[in-house]
């Protein structure tokens, strides 16, 4: 079985919002930049994490422990509902 490696190219911290979808850090204004870009997200700090998926489910994930990668493709992390800290987006 192969394994797979987890790369990332750009990153930036989450500051969790109930309103306002994760910015991509890139170009906003070149293509394929004008659409929101799903990412995938690192808790460094132990807790809940709601989210809403790149096809707009809401979900929480619950008891998240510190040092994890949340596999998900995710377009914005709720306040409301989401207690882990030290959240990074993944591009």
């Known amino acids: 079985m192969a394994n797979l490696k987890l790369q ?3 990153a930036a911290a989450v500051t ?5 979808d994760i910015a991509y850090p890139g170009d906003a ?3 394929p930049n004008t659409a ?7 808790v460094g700090g132990a807790g809940d994490v709601k989210v809403k998926t ?6 929480t994930f619950v008891g998240i422990p510190a040092g994890t990668f949340m596999p998900v493709n995710v377009v914005r992390v709720f306040d409301t509902g989401t ?9």
């Open 83 to 91: 207690s882990a800290t030290n959240i990074l987006a993944l591009w």
């Open 36 to 42: 929101k870009w799903p990412c995938v997200l690192y």
């Open 54 to 59: 790149a096809s707009g489910d809401e979900v």
């Open 29 to 31: 204004t070149a293509a």
């Open 8 to 10: 990332t190219s750009r």
């Open 16 to 20: 969790p919002s109930d309103t306002v």
